[in-house]
Protein backbone atom coordinates (compact mmCIF):
# COMPACT_ATOMS: atom_id res chain seq x y z
CA UNK A 1 0.00 0.00 0.00
CA UNK A 2 1.39 4.00 -0.99
CA UNK A 3 -0.78 5.41 1.83
CA UNK A 4 1.01 8.98 2.31
CA UNK A 5 0.80 11.93 5.05
CA UNK A 6 -0.70 14.54 2.75
CA UNK A 7 -0.37 18.11 4.42
CA UNK A 8 -1.15 21.34 3.22
CA UNK A 9 0.65 24.03 4.36
CA UNK A 10 -0.79 27.59 3.79
CA UNK A 11 -0.09 31.32 4.51
CA UNK A 12 -3.24 32.83 5.40
CA UNK A 13 -3.86 36.84 5.21
CA UNK A 14 -1.60 39.26 4.26
CA UNK A 15 1.14 38.28 5.62
CA UNK A 16 4.18 38.13 3.87
CA UNK A 17 6.70 36.14 5.62
CA UNK A 18 7.02 32.82 4.55
CA UNK A 19 10.09 31.52 5.44
CA UNK A 20 8.97 29.80 8.34
CA UNK A 21 6.64 27.93 6.27
CA UNK A 22 9.22 27.13 3.50
CA UNK A 23 11.26 25.58 6.12
CA UNK A 24 8.82 23.93 7.86
CA UNK A 25 7.13 22.36 4.04
CA UNK A 26 10.77 21.55 3.09
CA UNK A 27 11.27 19.33 6.43
CA UNK A 28 8.07 17.63 6.01
CA UNK A 29 8.66 16.45 2.15
CA UNK A 30 11.97 14.94 4.12
CA UNK A 31 9.83 13.55 6.01
CA UNK A 32 8.43 11.88 3.39
CA UNK A 33 4.74 13.87 3.35
CA UNK A 34 3.15 14.98 0.52
CA UNK A 35 3.24 18.63 1.22
CA UNK A 36 1.01 20.66 -0.99
CA UNK A 37 2.05 24.29 -0.86
CA UNK A 38 -0.16 27.15 -1.67
CA UNK A 39 1.79 30.49 -1.40
CA UNK A 40 1.40 33.71 0.13
CA UNK A 41 -2.13 35.92 1.13
CA UNK A 42 -4.78 32.58 0.59
CA UNK A 43 -8.28 33.51 1.62
CA UNK A 44 -9.11 31.21 3.93
CA UNK A 45 -12.09 30.02 1.49
CA UNK A 46 -8.88 29.12 -0.87
CA UNK A 47 -7.28 26.98 1.86
CA UNK A 48 -10.34 24.96 3.20
CA UNK A 49 -11.09 24.29 -0.68
CA UNK A 50 -7.23 23.17 -1.74
CA UNK A 51 -7.73 20.91 1.39
CA UNK A 52 -10.36 19.20 0.13
CA UNK A 53 -9.94 18.96 -3.56
CA UNK A 54 -6.48 17.60 -1.99
CA UNK A 55 -7.93 15.22 0.67
CA UNK A 56 -5.28 16.28 2.99
CA UNK A 57 -5.02 14.98 6.37
CA UNK A 58 -3.65 17.74 8.37
CA UNK A 59 -3.86 21.75 7.38
CA UNK A 60 -0.82 23.84 8.83
CA UNK A 61 -1.17 27.07 8.83
CA UNK A 62 1.91 29.90 9.53
CA UNK A 63 0.81 33.01 10.80
CA UNK A 64 3.25 35.90 11.53
CA UNK A 65 0.70 38.70 10.94
CA UNK A 66 -1.44 38.67 14.51
CA UNK A 67 -4.54 38.13 12.51
CA UNK A 68 -4.50 34.13 14.03
CA UNK A 69 -7.88 34.63 15.98
CA UNK A 70 -9.25 35.75 13.25
CA UNK A 71 -8.18 33.40 10.75
CA UNK A 72 -8.03 29.86 12.48
CA UNK A 73 -11.54 30.10 13.78
CA UNK A 74 -12.43 30.99 10.13
CA UNK A 75 -10.61 28.19 8.99
CA UNK A 76 -12.37 25.64 11.52
CA UNK A 77 -15.82 27.10 10.56
CA UNK A 78 -15.52 26.44 6.36
CA UNK A 79 -14.35 23.08 7.84
CA UNK A 80 -17.19 22.61 9.58
CA UNK A 81 -19.49 23.91 6.89
CA UNK A 82 -17.84 21.42 4.20
CA UNK A 83 -18.38 18.60 6.11
CA UNK A 84 -14.48 18.40 6.48
CA UNK A 85 -14.03 18.00 10.36
CA UNK A 86 -11.81 15.31 9.53
CA UNK A 87 -8.88 17.30 8.84
CA UNK A 88 -6.50 17.75 11.44
CA UNK A 89 -5.31 22.11 11.74
CA UNK A 90 -2.33 22.88 13.17
CA UNK A 91 -0.58 26.12 13.34
CA UNK A 92 3.18 28.23 13.53
CA UNK A 93 4.00 31.19 14.16
CA UNK A 94 4.36 34.51 16.62
CA UNK A 95 1.27 33.21 18.84
CA UNK A 96 1.31 34.73 22.62
CA UNK A 97 0.20 31.43 25.20
CA UNK A 98 -3.13 32.75 26.40
CA UNK A 99 -4.17 32.90 22.79
CA UNK A 100 -2.61 29.44 22.25
CA UNK A 101 -5.09 28.04 24.99
CA UNK A 102 -7.92 29.86 23.40
CA UNK A 103 -7.09 28.63 19.89
CA UNK A 104 -6.56 25.16 21.19
CA UNK A 105 -10.27 25.12 22.76
CA UNK A 106 -11.59 25.90 19.77
CA UNK A 107 -10.31 22.74 17.95
CA UNK A 108 -7.04 23.54 16.71
CA UNK A 109 -4.81 20.82 17.79
CA UNK A 110 -1.51 22.06 17.96
CA UNK A 111 -0.02 25.75 17.94
CA UNK A 112 4.08 25.78 17.38
CA UNK A 113 5.63 28.64 18.63
CA UNK A 114 9.43 30.01 17.00
CA UNK A 115 12.23 27.71 18.02
CA UNK A 116 10.57 24.40 17.37
CA UNK A 117 12.72 22.10 16.04
CA UNK A 118 11.05 20.87 12.95
CA UNK A 119 11.87 17.06 14.04
CA UNK A 120 9.20 18.13 16.72
CA UNK A 121 6.82 18.81 14.11
CA UNK A 122 7.33 15.82 12.26
CA UNK A 123 7.15 13.17 15.11
CA UNK A 124 4.28 14.68 16.31
CA UNK A 125 2.12 14.67 12.56
CA UNK A 126 3.16 11.25 12.70
CA UNK A 127 1.86 10.71 16.03
CA UNK A 128 -1.69 11.83 15.51
CA UNK A 129 -2.08 10.66 11.74
CA UNK A 130 -0.59 7.05 12.19
CA UNK B 1 -25.35 8.70 0.74
CA UNK B 2 -22.82 6.28 -0.81
CA UNK B 3 -19.64 7.70 -1.81
CA UNK B 4 -19.87 6.32 -5.50
CA UNK B 5 -23.33 8.41 -5.86
CA UNK B 6 -22.34 11.38 -4.14
CA UNK B 7 -18.73 11.23 -6.53
CA UNK B 8 -21.08 10.74 -9.83
CA UNK B 9 -23.39 13.91 -8.69
CA UNK B 10 -20.20 15.59 -9.14
CA UNK B 11 -19.64 16.13 -4.85
CA UNK B 12 -16.06 17.61 -4.92
CA UNK B 13 -15.39 15.71 -1.27
CA UNK B 14 -16.46 12.88 -2.34
CA UNK B 15 -14.29 12.86 -5.80
CA UNK B 16 -11.02 13.86 -3.89
CA UNK B 17 -11.52 10.93 -1.61
CA UNK B 18 -11.79 8.61 -4.92
CA UNK B 19 -8.95 9.90 -6.13
CA UNK B 20 -6.92 9.21 -2.92
CA UNK B 21 -8.39 5.80 -2.80
CA UNK B 22 -7.71 4.75 -6.80
CA UNK B 23 -4.16 6.91 -5.88
CA UNK B 24 -3.42 4.75 -2.56
CA UNK B 25 -4.64 1.77 -4.22
CA UNK B 26 -7.03 0.76 -1.37
CA UNK B 27 -10.03 0.05 -3.67
CA UNK B 28 -9.38 -1.99 -6.26
CA UNK B 29 -13.07 -2.25 -7.34
CA UNK B 30 -13.65 1.21 -7.71
CA UNK B 31 -12.03 1.74 -11.00
CA UNK B 32 -14.56 -0.85 -12.21
CA UNK B 33 -17.19 0.81 -10.97
CA UNK B 34 -16.84 4.27 -12.26
CA UNK B 35 -14.95 3.20 -15.59
CA UNK B 36 -18.74 2.56 -17.40
CA UNK B 37 -18.80 6.48 -16.84
CA UNK B 38 -15.84 7.78 -18.34
CA UNK B 39 -14.99 8.39 -22.41
CA UNK B 40 -16.88 11.83 -22.29
CA UNK B 41 -14.22 14.17 -21.41
CA UNK B 42 -11.79 15.38 -23.84
CA UNK B 43 -7.88 14.99 -22.41
CA UNK B 44 -5.63 17.95 -22.60
CA UNK B 45 -1.81 17.30 -21.69
CA UNK B 46 0.56 20.21 -21.12
CA UNK B 47 4.34 19.30 -20.81
CA UNK B 48 7.95 21.30 -21.27
CA UNK B 49 10.35 21.28 -19.36
CA UNK B 50 10.91 22.65 -15.62
CA UNK B 51 9.78 26.60 -15.66
CA UNK B 52 8.15 26.63 -19.00
CA UNK B 53 5.48 28.28 -17.56
CA UNK B 54 3.08 25.22 -17.45
CA UNK B 55 1.07 26.05 -14.54
CA UNK B 56 1.00 29.47 -15.35
CA UNK B 57 -0.20 28.52 -19.11
CA UNK B 58 -2.68 26.17 -17.55
CA UNK B 59 -4.38 29.42 -14.88
CA UNK B 60 -4.51 31.14 -18.26
CA UNK B 61 -6.38 28.80 -20.08
CA UNK B 62 -9.01 27.47 -18.25
CA UNK B 63 -11.03 30.31 -18.13
CA UNK B 64 -11.20 29.92 -21.69
CA UNK B 65 -12.10 26.42 -21.66
CA UNK B 66 -14.96 27.04 -18.91
CA UNK B 67 -16.88 29.22 -21.62
CA UNK B 68 -20.08 28.21 -22.04
CA UNK B 69 -20.76 26.64 -18.48
CA UNK B 70 -18.05 24.03 -18.92
CA UNK B 71 -16.29 22.14 -16.05
CA UNK B 72 -12.64 21.30 -16.13
CA UNK B 73 -10.39 19.22 -13.83
CA UNK B 74 -6.79 19.41 -13.57
CA UNK B 75 -3.99 17.06 -12.79
CA UNK B 76 -0.96 18.75 -11.61
CA UNK B 77 2.34 16.25 -11.17
CA UNK B 78 5.20 16.98 -9.82
CA UNK B 79 8.19 14.41 -8.37
CA UNK B 80 8.41 12.84 -5.50
CA UNK B 81 12.14 12.89 -4.34
CA UNK B 82 13.52 9.32 -4.84
CA UNK B 83 15.44 9.52 -1.15
CA UNK B 84 12.28 10.93 1.29
CA UNK B 85 9.57 9.91 -0.26
CA UNK B 86 8.16 12.99 -0.14
CA UNK B 87 7.00 15.59 -2.16
CA UNK B 88 6.55 19.67 -2.61
CA UNK B 89 3.79 20.03 -4.51
CA UNK B 90 3.44 23.65 -5.56
CA UNK B 91 1.92 23.79 -8.87
CA UNK B 92 -1.22 25.65 -6.92
CA UNK B 93 0.56 28.68 -6.20
CA UNK B 94 0.44 29.46 -9.94
CA UNK B 95 -3.31 28.40 -10.13
CA UNK B 96 -4.63 30.75 -7.58
CA UNK B 97 -7.07 32.47 -10.07
CA UNK B 98 -8.89 28.90 -9.97
CA UNK B 99 -8.95 27.83 -6.34
CA UNK B 100 -12.53 29.19 -5.89
CA UNK B 101 -13.96 28.26 -9.03
CA UNK B 102 -17.37 26.40 -8.47
CA UNK B 103 -16.84 24.67 -11.63
CA UNK B 104 -13.03 23.73 -11.61
CA UNK B 105 -11.41 20.60 -9.70
CA UNK B 106 -7.66 20.87 -8.95
CA UNK B 107 -5.68 17.68 -7.34
CA UNK B 108 -1.98 17.58 -7.62
CA UNK B 109 -0.21 15.01 -7.23
CA UNK B 110 3.81 13.12 -6.46
CA UNK B 111 4.94 10.70 -8.90
CA UNK B 112 5.27 8.45 -6.00
CA UNK B 113 7.45 4.86 -6.72
CA UNK B 114 9.04 4.09 -9.91
CA UNK B 115 7.79 0.90 -11.27
CA UNK B 116 5.42 2.63 -13.56
CA UNK B 117 3.89 4.52 -10.62
CA UNK B 118 3.48 7.87 -12.16
CA UNK B 119 1.87 7.74 -15.15
CA UNK B 120 -0.22 4.72 -14.36
CA UNK B 121 -1.87 6.00 -11.55
CA UNK B 122 -2.10 9.82 -13.11
CA UNK B 123 -4.32 7.69 -16.05
CA UNK B 124 -6.33 6.33 -13.34
CA UNK B 125 -7.04 9.81 -11.75
CA UNK B 126 -7.94 11.44 -15.14
CA UNK B 127 -10.05 8.72 -15.52
CA UNK B 128 -11.88 9.40 -12.11
CA UNK B 129 -12.33 13.29 -13.04
CA UNK B 130 -13.55 12.06 -16.67
CA UNK B 131 -16.19 9.69 -14.81
CA UNK B 132 -17.20 12.65 -12.15
CA UNK B 133 -18.28 14.64 -15.00
CA UNK B 134 -15.60 17.03 -16.05
CA UNK B 135 -15.60 18.01 -19.56
CA UNK B 136 -11.75 19.03 -20.08
CA UNK B 137 -9.33 16.95 -17.98
CA UNK B 138 -5.84 18.78 -17.74
CA UNK B 139 -2.98 16.97 -17.15
CA UNK B 140 0.32 18.87 -16.30
CA UNK B 141 2.99 16.75 -16.26
CA UNK B 142 6.46 17.01 -13.72
CA UNK B 143 8.91 18.50 -17.06
CA UNK B 144 11.03 15.84 -16.89
CA UNK B 145 12.11 12.18 -19.18
CA UNK B 146 10.44 9.31 -20.42
CA UNK B 147 7.07 10.48 -18.46
CA UNK B 148 6.52 12.82 -20.89
CA UNK B 149 5.37 10.34 -23.37
CA UNK B 150 3.58 8.44 -21.23
CA UNK B 151 1.25 11.09 -20.49
CA UNK B 152 0.95 12.00 -23.98
CA UNK B 153 -0.58 8.67 -25.05
CA UNK B 154 -3.93 9.25 -22.97
CA UNK B 155 -4.21 12.76 -23.82
CA UNK B 156 -6.57 13.83 -26.86
CA UNK B 157 -4.20 16.94 -27.34
CA UNK B 158 -0.72 17.31 -25.82
CA UNK B 159 0.43 20.79 -25.95
CA UNK B 160 4.51 21.47 -25.39
CA UNK B 161 5.90 24.41 -24.20
CA UNK B 162 9.21 25.78 -24.20
CA UNK B 163 10.99 28.78 -23.23
CA UNK B 164 13.33 30.67 -25.05
CA UNK B 165 15.82 29.41 -22.32
CA UNK B 166 14.78 25.89 -23.11
CA UNK B 167 18.09 25.87 -25.97
CA UNK B 168 17.93 25.57 -29.59
CA UNK B 169 15.61 23.45 -31.72
CA UNK B 170 18.39 20.65 -31.64
CA UNK B 171 17.77 20.19 -27.72
CA UNK B 172 13.76 19.94 -28.43
CA UNK B 173 14.32 17.43 -31.04
CA UNK B 174 17.17 15.18 -28.79
CA UNK B 175 14.25 15.36 -26.03
CA UNK B 176 11.80 13.58 -28.58
CA UNK B 177 9.14 15.69 -27.37
CA UNK B 178 8.38 16.69 -30.78
CA UNK B 179 7.12 13.33 -31.80
CA UNK B 180 4.23 14.00 -29.19
CA UNK B 181 3.39 17.34 -30.05
CA UNK B 182 -0.09 18.19 -31.37
CA UNK B 183 0.22 21.67 -30.18
CA UNK B 184 3.92 23.68 -29.66
CA UNK B 185 3.99 26.73 -27.30
CA UNK B 186 6.57 28.78 -26.82
CA UNK B 187 6.05 30.66 -23.92
CA UNK B 188 7.72 33.74 -22.01
CA UNK B 189 7.82 35.09 -25.77
CA UNK B 190 8.38 38.62 -24.98
CA UNK B 191 11.80 37.09 -24.23
CA UNK B 192 15.08 37.39 -26.31
CA UNK B 193 15.36 34.84 -28.58
CA UNK B 194 11.92 33.92 -28.21
CA UNK B 195 11.12 34.12 -32.00
CA UNK B 196 14.43 32.74 -33.10
CA UNK B 197 13.25 29.59 -31.21
CA UNK B 198 9.82 29.50 -33.06
CA UNK B 199 11.83 29.73 -36.44
CA UNK B 200 13.95 26.99 -35.75
CA UNK B 201 10.94 24.99 -34.47
CA UNK B 202 9.58 25.32 -37.81
CA UNK B 203 12.44 23.77 -39.36
CA UNK B 204 12.71 21.29 -37.13
CA UNK B 205 9.10 20.38 -37.91
CA UNK B 206 9.83 20.54 -41.76
CA UNK B 207 12.22 17.98 -41.35
CA UNK B 208 9.77 15.43 -39.90
CA UNK B 209 7.98 12.62 -41.86
CA UNK B 210 4.80 13.56 -42.68
CA UNK B 211 2.02 11.03 -41.74
CA UNK B 212 -0.65 12.59 -40.45
CA UNK B 213 -3.18 15.76 -41.76
CA UNK B 214 -2.47 17.90 -38.46
CA UNK B 215 0.19 20.77 -39.49
CA UNK B 216 1.37 21.23 -35.57
CA UNK B 217 0.99 25.02 -34.92
CA UNK B 218 3.61 26.93 -33.22
CA UNK B 219 1.93 28.95 -30.76
CA UNK B 220 3.58 32.26 -29.01
CA UNK B 221 2.34 33.08 -25.34
CA UNK B 222 3.41 35.53 -22.75
CA UNK B 223 1.29 33.14 -19.66
CA UNK B 224 1.49 35.97 -16.75
CA UNK B 225 -0.05 38.73 -19.23
CA UNK B 226 -2.25 36.47 -20.86
CA UNK B 227 -0.89 36.92 -23.98
CA UNK B 228 -1.94 34.33 -26.79
CA UNK B 229 -4.19 32.80 -24.54
CA UNK B 230 -7.04 33.57 -26.46
CA UNK B 231 -5.08 31.61 -29.85
CA UNK B 232 -4.13 28.74 -27.41
CA UNK B 233 -7.79 27.82 -26.31
CA UNK B 234 -8.79 27.68 -30.07
CA UNK B 235 -6.79 25.84 -31.49
CA UNK B 236 -6.83 23.74 -28.89
CA UNK B 237 -10.87 23.91 -29.80
CA UNK B 238 -9.39 23.38 -33.40
CA UNK B 239 -7.70 20.51 -32.62
CA UNK B 240 -10.36 19.04 -31.11
CA UNK B 241 -12.71 19.37 -33.86
CA UNK B 242 -10.43 18.05 -36.82
CA UNK B 243 -9.96 14.95 -34.55
CA UNK B 244 -13.81 14.81 -34.03
CA UNK B 245 -14.29 15.64 -38.10
CA UNK B 246 -11.44 12.94 -38.93
CA UNK B 247 -12.45 10.56 -37.05
CA UNK B 248 -9.33 9.99 -35.85
CA UNK B 249 -10.23 10.23 -32.41
CA UNK B 250 -12.24 6.65 -32.56
CA UNK B 251 -8.50 5.33 -33.41
CA UNK B 252 -6.70 7.12 -31.46
CA UNK B 253 -8.69 6.48 -28.14
CA UNK B 254 -8.34 3.17 -29.41
CA UNK B 255 -4.82 2.99 -29.86
CA UNK B 256 -4.80 4.35 -26.56
CA UNK B 257 -6.31 1.79 -25.06
CA UNK B 258 -4.17 -1.34 -26.49
CA UNK B 259 -1.06 1.26 -25.02
CA UNK B 260 -2.54 1.14 -21.71
CA UNK B 261 -3.03 -2.43 -21.94
CA UNK B 262 0.28 -3.44 -22.69
CA UNK B 263 1.31 -0.85 -20.40
CA UNK B 264 -0.77 -2.74 -17.70
CA UNK B 265 0.74 -6.00 -18.97
CA UNK B 266 4.31 -4.83 -18.25
CA UNK B 267 3.28 -3.67 -14.68
CA UNK B 268 1.98 -6.41 -13.74
CA UNK B 269 4.20 -8.85 -14.84
CA UNK B 270 7.01 -6.77 -13.38
CA UNK B 271 5.62 -6.75 -9.76
CA UNK B 272 5.04 -10.67 -10.20
CA UNK B 273 8.48 -10.41 -10.80
CA UNK B 274 9.67 -8.95 -8.24
CA UNK B 275 7.47 -9.85 -5.63
CA UNK B 276 7.06 -13.78 -6.52
CA UNK B 277 8.90 -15.34 -9.24
CA UNK B 278 13.09 -14.32 -8.68
CA UNK B 279 14.17 -16.21 -6.38
CA UNK B 280 16.03 -13.66 -4.15
CA UNK B 281 18.20 -16.37 -2.68
CA UNK B 282 18.84 -17.72 -6.01
CA UNK B 283 19.77 -14.33 -7.48
CA UNK B 284 22.32 -13.56 -4.74
CA UNK B 285 24.16 -16.95 -5.54
CA UNK B 286 24.21 -16.04 -9.60
CA UNK B 287 25.05 -12.32 -9.23
CA UNK B 288 28.11 -13.44 -7.28
CA UNK B 289 29.19 -15.72 -9.77
CA UNK B 290 29.11 -12.79 -12.15
CA UNK B 291 31.02 -10.92 -9.99
CA UNK B 292 33.69 -13.27 -10.49
CA UNK B 293 33.16 -13.36 -13.75
CA UNK B 294 31.64 -17.29 -14.55
CA UNK B 295 28.14 -15.93 -15.93
CA UNK B 296 26.79 -13.14 -18.02
CA UNK B 297 24.03 -11.13 -16.64
CA UNK B 298 22.52 -12.02 -19.91
CA UNK B 299 22.66 -15.73 -18.84
CA UNK B 300 20.86 -15.18 -15.47
CA UNK B 301 18.00 -13.00 -16.95
CA UNK B 302 17.62 -16.50 -19.96
CA UNK B 303 17.41 -18.50 -16.52
CA UNK B 304 15.21 -16.85 -14.71
CA UNK B 305 12.98 -16.10 -17.84
CA UNK B 306 12.54 -19.71 -18.66
CA UNK B 307 11.51 -20.27 -14.90
CA UNK B 308 9.41 -17.67 -15.64
CA UNK B 309 7.32 -19.21 -18.14
CA UNK B 310 7.14 -22.56 -17.02
CA UNK B 311 5.35 -21.17 -13.73
CA UNK B 312 1.31 -21.91 -14.24
CA UNK B 313 0.02 -18.10 -12.25
CA UNK B 314 1.59 -15.18 -13.26
Redesign the interface.
Known amino acids: ????IRILIGKPGLDGHDRGAKVI??A????????????LH??S??IV??A????VDIIGLSILSGAHMTIFPKILELLKQ???EHIIVIGGGIIPEEDIKKLLKMGVKRIFTPGAPTNDIVDYIKSIIR | MELLQRFLKGD??A???V??KI????DPKLLEEIFPHTGNAYFIGITGPPGAGKSSLVNAIVPKLLENNKKVGIIAVDP??PF???????D??RM?DL??NENV????M?T??SLGGLASKTKDIALVLDAAGFDYVLIETVGVGQIELDIAQVCDTTVVVLVPESGDAIQAMKAGILEVADILVVNKGDRSGADRLILEMKFAFELRDEKINWQIPILKTVAIENQGIEKLASTVKFHKEYLERSGEIEIERKNKLVLRVNELIEEKIKTHLHNYIIDQKQLKKMIDKAYERKITPHYITDEIVKKMFLKKEV
Do not use: C, H, W
Not at chain 1, 1 to 4: E, H
Not at chain 2, 105 to 108: A, C, E, N, Q, V
Open positions: MNKKAALRDAGFEVIYTGQLESEAIQEDKNA | KPIARITENGTTSSGGALLGRINALFIRSARG
